[in-house]
């Protein structure tokens, strides 16, 4: 199942990393056009010797293959380097999750395919543009300034980068959001001072006879460790996938029901609620005495009285499941028992008295930092036998953050692959707003002898990127749009089109846009204009 659960946020990561790819394919194409762009004389000269456009072409094809070479050289270095910082740990329900994402031979092939596909997007605007290269206009002219394409089809690539980065970041907000509201679920059980570790007596060839005079040893002596102010046992914790659960048909339960039925069986000791930070609401805890020589008796949670007694009062009643008839003597509140993102289901918790399970959870709270009380829990199990391993140590804000794993690991994902995607953009916005400066030298050279104020040059220079920041916005909102819908099942406490996330991602795109163009626009800004007029 846990494998299982890691379909989807891969197939989003799938996603992800090709918006993430088509970023920077468009980055470097950009850059490569404006250097082809910058070489127009260059190419212009060697048509006219008798170098056909299909070889000038094939030169710039080459050029682009070698940029994608060397960065999926450097790519496969850096993804065996971060590569541990997403390895798939994690533990639930005493079963160990350990998976490796390495990169091996299918990656790496995969991955050079990509690289070659990629190599061939970021040639070809180049080298389309040399087919169209008119050398005796651009030799005429002297400044390689052909009219042909000049900078629409950089700028539309920088709109798509900026788009992309757009649905990125919206996303990476949505998501983090997610994580936020899925922690403030219930923070009472945000706790480093409630610890958790895992027993299992099958280890040692236990019968249930031993096997209760073992709990009961266990108990007495864990509750007499320096720093211990409750302990109990449980079969599962809240918030862990699996556990034991009733699924009974129509009518086989008393109060009856028309329909099948299910809720979650949870076999506890007594001083659990209290352990656990889960509130009684009426009646009583178990005790002691609910031992298997008496009547069954069970704890159940509101919701299930809701089903059962819509009314109220089930306290003191009788409830049977199939054959069983069980005295209910408290009631509980609500919990998340199998995901933090469930709505509460209906749950009965039984005395582990009266129903054993071999395999269980030794729960403590402490009023001493966690260190200073394993080490006396240790010693407490080897009291009794000096054999049996405790095992999983961890507190349950750690054991409630596992139950989280999948959702960091979305998040943690995205939100670095989006910040990429705003560095790629900002480096590609500056790259371009660079090259215009310099293309544009002898205009603003003119301007600024004219008169005109370095201020009005700064914001004319602004303005040009504010503009393809708009109309990126404006495209990337259409294609976020589609994408929040997309991922609406995954999100939890937020919508799809949450105001917050939808506002702030745009400024934060636009303002880093803007920032790219300030260092270049304010260098063009101290242009000497007597230099800049003589330029060409």
Do not use: C
């Amino acid at each position: 199942m846990l494998v299982g659960d890691l379909g989807r946020p891969l197939r989003l990561l799938t996603l992800v990393v090709a918006l993430v790819l088509v970023i920077a394919a468009a980055n470097v194409a950009n850059l490569l056009l404006a250097r082809s762009y910058a070489r127009r004389p260059e190419l212009a000269i060697r048509q006219s010797l008798g170098a056909g456009a299909a070889r000038l072409a094939r030169q710039l094809l080459i050029e682009a293959a070698l940029v994608a070479i060397i960065g999926t050289v450097a790519a496969v270095a850096a993804g065996l380097a971060v590569a541990r910082w997403f390895e798939i740990r994690t533990v639930a329900g005493g079963a160990a999750l350990d998976l490796s994402i390495r990169p091996n031979a299918i990656v790496l092939l995969f991955g050079a395919a990509l690289a070659a596909i990629a190599a061939l997007a970021i040639g070809l605007a180049p080298a389309l543009a040399v087919t169209r290269l008119s050398p005796a206009d651009v030799i005429k002219r002297g400044d390689g300034r052909s009219t042909v394409g000049r900078g629409r089809l950089r700028a539309w690539l920088t709109v798509v980068q900026m788009a992309l980065s757009l649905v990125l970041l919206i996303g990476a907000g949505l998501f983090l959001r997610t994580l936020v509201n899925l922690r403030s679920i219930d923070p009472a059980m945000l706790t480093d001072r409630t610890i958790a570790a895992t027993l299992n007596l099958t280890l040692r060839g236990y019968d249930e006879a031993r096997g209760r005079q073992f709990y009961d040893r266990l108990l007495e002596r864990a509750r007499m460790v320096p720093g211990v102010d409750a302990a109990s046992l449980a079969f599962v914790l809240p918030v862990t996938p699996g556990g034991m659960r009733e699924n009974l048909n129509a009518r086989r339960t008393d109060p009856p029901v028309d329909v099948p039925i299910e809720f979650d069986v949870v076999p506890v000791s007594p001083q659990f609620f209290r352990t656990v930070g889960i509130a009684l609401v009426q009646g009583r805890d178990f005790a002691g005495s609910d031992t298997a020589a008496l009547p069954p008796v069970a704890i159940i949670n509101e919701r299930m009285q809701q089903r059962f007694w819509p009314s109220g009062g089930a306290v003191g009643r009788t409830f049977t499941a199939g054959t069983d008839r069980y005295t209910i003597v408290g009631l509980a509140r609500d919990s998340k028992y199998r995901s933090l993102r469930e709505t509460p289901r209906m749950t009965m918790y039984l005395p582990l008295a009266q129903i054993y399970e071999p395999t269980v959870n030794l729960v403590i709270r402490t009023v001493l930092p966690v260190e200073q009380v394993v080490a006396g829990l240790r010693d407490a199990v080897r009291a009794v036998d000096s054999g049996l391993p405790l095992y999983n140590v961890r507190t349950l804000s750690e054991h409630v953050e596992r139950s989280l794993y999948f959702d960091r690991l979305r998040a943690r994902l995205i939100a670095s692959l989006a910040l990429l995607a705003l560095v790629l953009s900002a480096a590609g916005i500056y790259g371009v707003v660079s090259y215009n400066v310099a293309q544009r030298t002898r205009e603003v050279g003119i301007r600024l002898a004219l008169g005109a104020e370095r201020a009005a040059i700064l914001r004319m220079l602004l303005a040009g990127t504010a503009r393809l920041a708009l109309v990126g916005v404006a495209v990337g909102a259409g294609i976020a749009a589609v994408f929040a819908r997309a991922i609406e099942s995954q999100l939890f406490g937020v919508s799809a089109a949450d105001p917050v996330t939808l506002a702030a991602a745009p400024f934060i795109l636009i303002a880093v846009a803007l920032a790219a163009t300030f260092v270049p626009a304010r260098r063009a800004t101290h242009i000497d204009p007597m230099l800049a007029v003589r330029t060409e």
